[in-house]
Nanobody
Framework: QVQVMESGGGSVQAGGSLNLSCEVS????????RAWFRQAPGKEREGVAF???????IYADSVKGRFTISKDNAKNTLYLQMNSLKPEDTAMYYC????????????????WGQGTQVTVSS
């Protein structure tokens, strides 16, 4: 059984930083893609960043230069370092695993966590 669990959310002021973590267990495939998504109230879920097992990454334009996705294979953990946070980054952040092909299309991911809330105040 695949389990995905995010942590690290919180409340910060604009310009601040947060580091999200996501532990994935039970995923048996050696080739995979993992990604962070976010969803603000009243808005659609938005892809933020992707990384595959080879370390290839893609980012949404809105976070390029501010967010960094990384992983620790030994710990089966995915990270999202978020710097220079803006109020518009406020959302529930979700971790997902699935398709190994680089994509921020949420429909390509099979397993999701429950989310961790990030709130950025101005």
């Amino acid at each position: 059984q695949v389990q995905v669990m995010e942590s690290g959310g919180g409340s910060v002021q604009a310009g601040g930083s947060l580091n999200l973590s996501c532990e994935v267990s039970g995923y048996q495939y050696t080739s995979y893609g993992r990604a962070w998504f976010r969803q603000a109230p009243g808005k659609e879920r938005e892809g933020v960043a992707f990384i595959d097992n080879d370390g290839n990454v893609i980012y949404a334009d809105s976070v390029k230069g501010r967010f960094t996705i990384s992983k620790d294979n030994a710990k089966n953990t995915l990270y999202l370092q978020m710097n220079s946070l803006k109020p518009e980054d406020t959302a529930m952040y979700y971790c997902a695993t699935g398709d190994w092909r680089p994509t921020l299309d949420a429909t390509r991911y099979d397993f999701w966590g429950q989310g961790t809330q990030v709130t950025v105040s101005s």
